[in-house]
């Protein structure tokens, strides 16, 4: 079986979760005897920030049918996995394939095919607003704040979901949670055209240290950005003296970075992978107070795989890291209150934190060693043959 993996990172970045993901999935198949390739965006169209070029080749780009029917015919895949493709190729990428006779599969990420802002998140709080109305992000202008590029969106969507188009070109869709699934079958999607697959891993235990040697009481991975609960953060840095660190990058920075002056909070920009797996490994909590909806929440997945308890807010997939792992709380409401009161919980008392460190560790293991074909993503593929 060959295998083609295209994935969209938006701004060349190789941080976000999504391109891990995309690493993890080229990983395991290879650990399978998978021939696979790894296709990024820029080696099928130029990802500049031409925002005139981005919204005229959004809903069809010839350009990226083109070229990704060039790299079909030199790599012969049976199966193109696509993770994300808006805004940058257009759905033309899938005609492609199908035009090419392979397999279509395509991961949901996140639910831009349902919300055109991508993350059901709308001036500062959680908007499920889309889900009753698909023309309510043009009224709100929730792409980038800009009228036109909210109509042309939404056009997007009723074009390819609504008509149904998109789903004639997709053999199987895999869905990061049982969260994502259920909102796009929703709208309209398959049910039986979507599988489940998170992205859990294990490391061992030299990876990660026992609680006496874990340095960072509070750490948060991510982007910095209101809509991920950068606020909550600060304040938590504010009224607390628990060591916090921060690593990430995102539009918010520089409101974060005006608080530098708190000797307890420690401000990483982004790091290599690895290098931040080695903070999860130092880390006693790790925090994700998001207020916008996360459709799994790897961060809160690798702390899960360092033994570091979790603290999540209620939006999204988060709570079924928790539910399944039982590895931290799930928090209700946006107020640091609510988080401090729980941090202190699991950090002051060790009992509490080496029964969610344990049961980490062992939901780990259970997920990596559980013999579950038909959740796999080789066998994802071999239904679609």
Known sequence: MRVLMVFDNYSDSKVSGEFVAAQLNVSQLRKDKVE????????????????????????????????MSREISRFSPDIVHFHNIIPFLSPSVFLAAKLKSCKVVHTLHHSRWLCIE??????????????????????????????????????????????????KLVNQYIAVSLFTKSKHVALGFPSSKISILGHWKYYSHSEMADFENRDIDILFIGRISVAKG???????????????????????????????YLENLHITRILDHQDTMRLLGRAKLLIMPSICSESFGL???????????????????????????????????????EYLRLADEIILNFENWNLLHKSALEFSKKMISKADKSTSLLSIYKSTL
């Open 118 to 167: 991508g993350s059901f998140y709308l001036d500062g709080s959680y908007c499920g607003e889309c889900m009753i109305n698909r023309y309510s992000g043009i009224r709100n202008n929730c792409v980038r704040s800009s009228k036109l590029a909210s109509i042309l969106m939404t056009l997007n969507n009723i074009l390819w979901v609504k008509s149904g188009l998109v789903h």
């Open 230 to 260: 950068i606020n909550i953060i600060i304040d938590l840095a504010k009224n607390s003296k628990y060591n916090i660190y921060v690593c990430g990058d995102g539009p918010d920075m520089e409101t974060l970075k005006s608080f530098d």
């Open 36 to 67: 696979c390739k790894i296709l990024h965006t820029q080696d099928i169209v130029s990802i500049k920030k031409n925002y005139i070029n981005v919204l005229s080749s959004l809903f069809f780009s010839v350009k990226s049918f083109y070229m």
């Open 299 to 337: 961060s809160a997945a690798e702390a899960v795989a360092h033994g570091t308890p979790i603290l999540v807010s209620n939006k999204g997939a988060l709570p079924e890291v928790v539910s399944q792992s039982k590895s931290g709380y799930v928090v209700s409401g946006n107020s640091y209150y």
